[in-house]
């Protein structure tokens, strides 16, 4: 794929992304003078004729749809080594997905997120006016366009008809994806109906207002339970979207739609900045977010937080400055965060919290008071200057929002597991400016042994941090374990929520 430069008469200049079936490319039509997005179907999928009729459905489908809210498609055709593709109108402001405060896994402003939620609403609703199932609605396909007049459009994108077929011929891929996803739809052969697309919807509102991918059906954490402050009418919108019974959702997207619109025009009458920053819930991300989306939009994914850390200081100049790696680590965080699970110890035992992740690798314990949030969907390693990738990690807290910033107080405790690298030599070169080194000692748990530094006097409260680089006691290795460790009082729960970390192997 590289080595191509052209494709029929549209000039290729760079990659776009790609999905787990199809690659994009940004190409330039000599002809028309405009810039398009090319999809080409992934190599290893084009030898199955089913595959291959489904991606090219797709195209059809889209272009069927006729719709300014859906992405237009102009051409389709083959490449020479029989590769299908489609030619479709470019959208140059990146996807909702790359949203500065959903890459930093805090919420939006209220008014825009739930404008950019209506607005997909009324995308969805095109398309089943047209008589067509998205199935996997998610920030990633949805996508932003400015017009000339520099006002930004969302286009809905890609529709997960491929995935809906692998999943059909007994491939792991489910139709939808990881939060997105209606119980229906995980149901091989269960009728499906536009309020599939209203599950998915519910989980963009609850994504874009909480920062946080909701949890499998029927484990939905309440909205105004992760951005406290938040009015419960949006709550309940949101879940009434995400009810599993398909019967309980809205009945229409075009009603949840008119129903958000309604709630915005509440906000925006209020003041417009949402209740979550008249009680301090989500300072940063408001501050980092623009206010509309007919703001500049082509800001790319920050790759550190120092992009909401910036407008942050420049708000509260005598704040502390945050420590880039907390910050790099809520950013991978966010941009990775997709399930939430959070299972309760027995009470009768000293109410300890138990929290695994998404991959079910790693499990800690914590202080029942420290479970408000959890993100446990992994994180990226690169955070740490090791290898990118996407490795098991969890982060519970009673404050997630604030967890970069060493100014608030926070308890709450951050895992991440890596397969590669010297973990011990980054985390041991970390410093944070702002608290008081206390020193750092060995440590040897059961199956664990490493390093463990501890900094004191940390604004919050006397707050404290805690850091750790495990290595497995047998020796071996890898994987490697970092750990970070917030108290805001000058607790003393470190050594025990480290002794009840648990890697399954
Ligand atoms: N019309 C377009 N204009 C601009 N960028 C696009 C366009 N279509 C897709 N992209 C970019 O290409 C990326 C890959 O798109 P694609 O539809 O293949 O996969 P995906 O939605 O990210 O993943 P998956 O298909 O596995 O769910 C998108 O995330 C987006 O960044």
Known sequence: MHSLERIGRYRLERRLGSGAFAVVWLAHDDVLEAPVAIKVLAENWAGRLDVRERFLEE???????????????????????????????????????????????????????????????????????????????????????????????????????????????????????????????????????????VYGLGALGHHLVTGTVPGPPGEVLRPDRLRPGLDPAVSRALLRALAPDREDRWPTALAFARELERLTDGTEATGGTGTAEATGGTGAADAAAPAHDSAPTAAPVPASASTVAAPLAARRPRRLVLPAVLAALAVVLGGTAAAVLLHRSPPAKDEGLRVTDSSGRVRVEVPADWGGQVRASGWDPAALGLRAGKEPGLAVADDLSRWQDLDTPVNGVFLGLSGHGDVAARVGALGHAGCHYEGGHAWAGGDWHGRVRTWSGCPGEEGSLTEAALTPADGTAHPQLYVQIRESDGGDEADRVLDSVRVAS
């Open 59 to 197: 195209a059809r489908l889209l272009r069927r749809a006729g719709s300014s809210r859906i992405v237009q498609v102009y051409d389709i055709g083959e490449l020479p080594d029989g590769r299908p593709y489609f030619v479709m109108e470019y959208a140059d402001g990146g996807t909702l997905a790359d949203h500065p405060a959903l890459a930093a896994g805090t919420p939006l402003p209220l008014p825009e997120a739930l404008r950019l939620t209506a607005l997909a609403a009324r995308a969805a609703e095109a398309l089943h006016t047209a008589g067509i199932v998205h199935r996997d609605i998610k920030p990633s396909n949805v996508l932003r366009h400015s017009s000339p007049d520099g006002r930004v459009r969302l286009l809905l994108a890609d529709l997960g008809l491929a995935k809906s077929l692998a999943q059909a011929s007994g491939l792991t891929m489910a139709a939808g994806s990881e939060g997105y996803r209606p119980p229906e739809q995980a149901v091989p052969g269960a009728g499906i109906d536009a309020r599939a697309d």
